[in-house]
């Protein structure tokens, strides 16, 4: 059975910051059994990791895996029971939920790694506004080592072209043969550091707060200079209204749930996706 959230630790105000400005921090939402659950599934994950993370390689201070929920028992009890599902249905208004997949990133004390400038939604074959992320963080982490989300970016009009974290700065994706007109409605990715007319959002955290934060939302971090690891586990998550949709590069990650369904295929009903949360207690 899920873990109920308590009636009062979403406010509608809460709900309505999330729905204006596409990001929202989150305080004290898990508690101290489901960080020390994370806490072993990412060292299981780092000493077992999937074939795709070992085929592109990853160096001591920085590792990254994803869409393995289902091979960890940790990782599967954290979605399958935790709140993580309830939150993401109430923030964005969903009767009810489904995982798209699960992503985990650590960097270590020293990492100088960067994620750079992106938006979710633009690597995902998904269209719909019913979508967000839980990015949950099992470490202390501050405002340089936090995530850092662009403020109302959610609500843009346009894409931008996904970009390799891996490579030169900025490199963007493929374009599949025959999709070069569509590929010219994605924007190149600006370097929002530059770009000192948007509000950048991001916070202090403790274990147990959480940002979630839309998949249209452009976002980055910067490496880890604490004297501590920044080992973060994030959920996608997928509402009534996402259909399978279209992009003019390869899906990232790879889903075969998705290249079995045409575009306009409803997702919740496709039975591709776990449902985690309908409203109803079971």
């Not at 059975?1 to 910051?17: F, G, R, V, W």
């Not at 160096?59 to 940790?74: A, K, M, Q, T």
């Not at 990015?135 to 850092?148: A, E, F, G, H, N």
């Not at 970009?163 to 030169?168: E, M």
């Amino acid at each position: 059975m899920t873990e109920k959230l308590l009636s009062s630790a979403i406010s509608d105000k809460e709900i309505k910051t999330f729905q204006n400005d596409g990001a929202i921090c989150l305080r004290d939402l898990f508690d101290v059994k489901w960080l020390d659950l994370l806490r072993k599934g990412i060292e299981d994950n780092r000493l077992h990791p999937s074939e795709m993370t070992k085929r592109k390689g990853h160096s001591p201070l920085f590792f990254h895996d994803y869409n393995n929920w289902n091979s960890i028992p940790e990782y599967e009890k954290f979605i399958l029971h935790s709140p993580a599902g309830e939150i993401a249905a109430r923030l964005i208004q969903s009767s009810k939920v489904a995982l798209y997949h699960n992503h985990v990133i650590v960097k270590e004390s020293g990492s100088t790694k960067e994620t750079p400038w992106h938006q979710d939604q633009a690597y995902y074959e998904i269209d719909g506004q019913q979508v967000c992320s839980i990015w949950l963080p099992v470490d202390p982490v501050s405002k340089y080592t936090c995530l850092r989300l662009v403020k109302g970016s959610h609500t843009w009009p346009q894409y931008f072209k996904p970009v390799h974290f891996d490579g030169p700065p900025f490199s963007s994706y493929e374009i599949k043969p025959g999709q070069e007109e569509e590929a010219k409605r994605f924007l190149p990715t600006l370097d929002f550091d530059c770009n000192k007319d948007n509000e950048v959002l991001t916070w202090d955290m403790e274990p147990g707060d959480c940002i979630v934060f839309h998949m249209r939302t452009v976002h980055s971090s910067h490496g880890n200079n604490l004297p501590t690891p920044r080992r973060a586990f994030s959920t996608r998550w997928l509402g009534d209204d996402t259909i399978k949709g279209e992009r003019p590069w390869m899906n990232l990650p790879p889903s075969h749930e998705l290249a079995k369904l045409q575009r306009g295929d409803k997702l919740l009903e496709s039975g591709l996706f776990p449902v985690v949360w309908t409203g109803v207690e079971s």
